[in-house]
Nanobody, 128 residues
Framework: QLQLVESGGGLVQPGGSLRLSCAAS????????IGWFRQAPGKEREGVSC????????KYADSVKGRFTISRDNAKNTVYLQMNNLKPEDAAVYYC?????????????????????WGRGTQVTVSS
């Protein structure tokens, strides 16, 4: 079974940066589109970013455009989410996930229901 593991979270001051990683066991991530989601306490899980299988398509939530960058390094079997200029509202548990089918194309509005495999998440805290 495909298992996803997120890492790279931590405590950062507003304006700081973090790079999250999404790694997989058993399967190579290059065959999957990958979505990044986040969930803050008391809030719904929301889509943050998505990268296509070929990495030719990337999508971002309006709230993170210009600050976050999603990328993949197939040699390392890892998908990254570079987060710059972090804001307090970015604080959440961040999850990576794979979609239900190979033909999935990253949509402008990421839906949790389009994804079937999830990591356990990594905590991002933004505080002074």
């Amino acid at each position: 079974q495909l298992q996803l593991v997120e890492s790279g979270g931590g405590l950062v001051q507003p304006g700081g940066s973090l790079r999250l990683s999404c790694a997989a066991s058993r399967y190579t991530l290059e065959y999957y589109a990958i979505g990044w989601f986040r969930q803050a306490p008391g809030k719904e899980r929301e889509g943050v970013s998505c990268i296509s299988r070929s990495a030719g398509t990337t999508k971002y939530a309006d709230s993170v455009k210009g600050r976050f960058t999603i990328s993949r390094d197939n040699a390392k079997n890892t998908v990254y989410l570079q987060m710059n200029n972090l804001k307090p509202e970015d604080a959440a548990v961040y999850y990576c996930a794979v979609p239900f089918w190979y033909g999935y194309t990253c949509s402008n509005h990421l839906q949790t229901t389009d994804f079937i495999r999830w990591g356990r998440g990594t905590q991002v805290t933004v505080s002074s």
